[in-house]
Structures are given as C-alpha cells and as structure tokens.
C-alpha cells in the first residue's frame, strides 16, 4: 500500500548502506520523518515493536539513502521551466520511482520572464505547497543564461546573457533564496564579479556552457568556482595543447563534478577515466533528464525547442543532445558496469556528495540517525523495489508487501 501520513516504520532483513559502514543484515526504525536507529537483526526483537509497521526482506536486498539530482530540468511530460506548480508535483510524484527523493527544480536559458515565472513558481511550490508523499524540492539550480554562446547546447543561444551581478540578486529574490547552483561560463564574468557574489552568498557557482581555457578555468576557482556543470559536455574539451574546462575538471581536486552517465553523452570508457582520475569524492551522478523521461519515444520539447527522441536519445533537429531521459538508478547501475565501482561509491555519488555539495548534508545524502528518513529498497538488479520520503512509503513496485 501507499501510505498518506508518515508512519513509525521498520524495515528488516536488509543489507544497510549506512554513513560509516555497511550492515550486511540489519534493520531500520523510522520514526515520523526521522531516522530512529539502526541496528543489526541478531538483535531485533519483534516483540519490542508491535505498534509499528515492520517489513520483512527474506530476500537479499540493499537499502541506500535516497538518490539527490541536483540537476533535473523535468519528467513524465512536465518541466520546471512550465512555471506552474502542477507540473512540479508531476515531476516529484515521478521520480521516487527511481529512487530519487530529493532534487534541484533546475532552469535553462529563456527570456527573462520566462526565468522569473519558473523561478517564482519553484519557489511557491517550496514555501506552500505540501512536499509530502513526494520526492522534496530542496531548491534551484539556475543553468544560465550566463553562459558562452559558443557552448550553448541544447540551450537557445538568442536568450544568452552576460554574468550580471544585479539581474541575479532580482532573481534570487523572486525564488526566495531558493537558487543553490548556478551554472555559467566564467571566462564571460568580468573581474569574476558574479563568481565571487556567490561563493560570498554561499551558493555554488559551477563551470558549464563554458569555452574558457585551462588559465581562464584556473583563475575561475581562485574566484571561487568549485563545481562543473555536466562533465565533458557543453564545454571545451581536453586537448593535448590545451586542458581546455574538461582538462582541469579532471586535474583540480577543487572542482566537484557531474556526470551523465547514460552511456551517449560521454562514452563508458571516458567516463571510467574521469572516474580513475577524480575519485568517488568529487563525482556527483546526474540525470540532467527533460520531459520525456518516463514517456515513450517521440516527439517531446525543451525551452521551446522541437526534440526528438528515439531509443531513449534526446535530440534537438540540428542533432544537438538536449538533455536526457536517464533515470538515477539507471545511472547508478551504469557507473558501476563502466567503472567496476562498488554499491557503496555510487552511493557517495547519487546520494552523500550532492548533500554536501548544495549543504544539505546536516539532513539528507546518507542513512544516521536524526536524519531525514529517504530510503530506497533496491534488488540485485539495482531495481527500485521500495522508496520512502521523509517516513512515508511514496512507491512500491509489487515486489514486496508494503
């Protein structure tokens, strides 16, 4: 069943990827929103919790905290550029089917008042709508219109802006301080101004749609920028003769950066090369995914712009990629077949370096106790079989009795 309050919980029988270890058979208590306690099945007594809810795992299964996309434009037909509330509760009653429980409402480059109507309905839907039984908005990530004409992607190159330290606290103040990230080209920023406003306001300011050469990047995260925007794309890339954005992402242990691992925005090998250079502290795993996640193939739109998607491939009609319709326990699964990487470095990937990153970590992005109980039940496959959000169980996939 789906439940409509949150609920004392107790899940047993589970492999438990906890902050600090891994509890190969133990169980969970949640009470209320919260994580109770954690404890290893030798010493559960079932006795000790007849007034809960207890679920049994006889099958070998793994619990995960919940997954955190911090760069997310939309799904299942909605987007956060739409500007209505409606299509955020779409978006967030979608994706705790892949585990997803919290995430970044991010932007893309429009006309002005195309950002302040998305920005300011985010920001309704933060501050006064009922999040519960739903993957949590936990803020913005504005990508552009700060960015490099030369890289725009998927992004309308007529609606590019300079950094402008004044347009952005307009619309920071339109979102209620909700913007968190903020992708940009930096070599664009004169003096680096918008740059060091944010690092000033505590708000990440990441590399991306950017053309910069490596000195520009270097003196970029003098500045203060400690973030790259999608890996590899919509940025110049690593050349023998010039490191160029993706060059120094890999070599600046500053930069923490995201990655698409869907398998066609950077090949498996590249991106088990970025892995064996930057090391599961400084990968944070994205979707980067638009409105046709979770539709079938076919025509789909982002920003105004005709896609066409065909085998899960996103396209715009000039061939450009325009986003994706990877989901986050695809990611998962896929970063570990292309790295050899364990259950537990996707985990410091998908879910404990975007909470630390967007600083949320005091409450989100790992299992302990007195933090907020999202967790995601997966099987063998890395299939979602079970997620909860702050208590309550938001999706079950049949598999178990809920």
């Known amino acids: 069943m789906i439940t409509d309050e949150p609920q004392d919980l107790v899940l047993t029988n589970l492999c438990i990827y906890t902050e600090t270890e891994i509890n190969p058979k133990g169980y969970v208590v949640v009470k209320g929103e919260k994580i109770d306690s954690i404890g290893l099945m030798e ?70 008042e195309s950002i302040e109507i998305a920005l300011s309905s985010i920001a309704q839907y933060i501050e006064a709508s009922d999040q519960s039984g739903k993957a949590e908005v936990i803020g913005i990530h504005l990508e552009g219109p700060f960015i490099s004409e030369k890289r725009v992607g998927a992004q309308p190159i007529q609606s590019v802006k300079k950094p402008d330290v004044a ?42 749609h950017s053309d910069a050469v490596y000195e520009q990047v270097l003196s970029s995260i003098q500045a203060g920028v400690s973030h790259v925007t999608h890996l590899f794309n919509g940025m110049r890339g690593l050349h023998h003769r010039d490191p160029g954005v993706a060059g120094a992402a890999l070599l600046h242990s500053e930069l923490m950066a995201e990655m698409i691992v869907d398998g066609i925005h950077i090949h498996p090998e590249i991106v088990k090369l970025a892995f064996l250079q930057k090391g599961v502290d400084h990968i944070i795993l994205i979707t980067d995914s638009m409105r046709a996640k979770w539709l ?107």
């Open 43 to 112: 010493s559960f007594h079932e006795e000790d919790w007849e007034n809960a809810h207890i679920i049994d795992f006889p099958k070998r299964m793994n619990l995960i905290p919940g997954l955190i996309d911090i760069h997310i434009h939309g799904a299942n037909d909605s987007d956060a550029m739409d500007g209505t509330l409606n299509s955020l509760k779409v978006m967030a009653a979608t994706l705790p089917k892949e585990g997803t429980t919290s995430f970044l409402a991010t932007t893309m480059t429009q006309d002005e």
């Open 296 to 402: 079938e193939d076919g025509i789909s739109s982002l920003g105004g712009q005709k896609v066409i998607v065909r085998d899960g491939k996103a396209l715009l009609e000039n061939g450009a990629l325009a986003g994706s319709t990877l989901k986050m326990n695809e990611a998962i699964n896929n970063m570990m077949n292309f790295t050899g990487c364990s259950l537990q470095d996707v985990v410091k990937m998908a879910s404990y370096n975007p909470a630390k990153q967007i600083g949320v970590l005091d409450k989100k992005g790992s299992i302990a106790k007195g933090k907020d109980a999202d967790l995601v039940v997966l099987d063998e496959n890395n299939q979602v079989v079970l997620t909860i959000c702050k208590g309550q169980i938001v999706y079950s996939n049949g598999g178990v009795k809920a």
């Open 167 to 208: 347009l952005f606290k307009k619309w920071q103040d339109l979102s209620n301080n909700q913007i968190k990230l903020v992708t940009m080209a930096p070599e664009e920023d004169e003096n680096f101004e918008l740059v060091r406003y944010l690092k000033a306001e505590k708000i990440v300011p990441s590399i991306g």
